[in-house]
């Protein structure tokens, strides 16, 4: 399938707290969990607080990720600030089947054009691990640049990891 066929079949929607459950099988996965640095398995009922906070944080927002009308993962601009007009997005791919085929970087791409026009948000930064070659990939073909490295930023599966961070501007006016 060619980009603009992988950007037609992809759709983001709004999460019910039925769907956001059915992630639970994905976040306690221990891979996505080890790439997206969450430390401890979280079970449905602590998913179910998590979601009622979430959905009343105005700093967050969050979608389904939609593949030809399939469920596959989610994806989400966290920590954003209405002054200075930014926000770190995150995604992970469940159905891990979807992976390598291009899904991620157009999902990045539509998303964070979308939410920086209807947020209007200028800039949308990502903070990746050093050795998430597939997100550092990811995020650079999305036209993300690398802005900095903090070394030894976090201390996860017992060693300090680097963070890259990642970032691009969105010029609304
Ligand atoms: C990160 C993620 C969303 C990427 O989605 P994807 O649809 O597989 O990404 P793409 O197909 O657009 O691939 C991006 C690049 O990574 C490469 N890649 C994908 N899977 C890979 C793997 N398992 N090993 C090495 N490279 C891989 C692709 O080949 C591509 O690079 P290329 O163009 O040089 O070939 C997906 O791997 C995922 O959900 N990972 C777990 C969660 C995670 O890491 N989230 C990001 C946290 S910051």
Redesign the pocket.
């Known amino acids: 399938m060619n980009k603009d066929e992988i950007r037609k079949n992809i759709e983001f929607e709004s999460f019910t707290i039925e769907d956001f459950l059915k992630t639970n099988k994905w976040i306690n996965d221990p891979?996505?969990m080890s790439?997206?640095f969450i430390r401890q398995k979280v079970s449905v009922s602590e998913q179910e607080k998590i979601f009622r906070r979430l959905s009343s944080d105005k700093s967050y927002i969050f979608h389904k990720l939609i593949f030809q009308g399939r469920f596959i993962?989610a994806i989400g601009v966290k920590k954003i600030d209405y002054i200075n007009r930014n926000g770190e997005i995150?995604?992970?791919?469940g159905e891990k089947e979807?992976?390598?085929?291009?899904?991620?970087?157009?999902a990045i791409r539509k998303y964070s054009e979308l939410i920086t026009k209807n947020y209007n948000l200028h800039k949308i930064y990502?903070?990746?691990?050093s050795d998430?070659?597939?997100?550092l990939?990811?995020f650079m073909?999305a036209g993300f640049n690398v802005e900095g490295k903090l070394l030894d930023h976090v201390f996860f599966n017992g060693e300090f990891k680097n963070i890259i961070i990642l970032a691009r501007i969105f010029k609304q006016d």
């Open positions: 891979e996505i790439r997206s993962g995150w995604i992970y791919i979807f992976w390598g085929q291009g899904i991620g970087t157009i990502a903070t990746v691990l998430n070659i597939p997100s990939k990811m073909k």
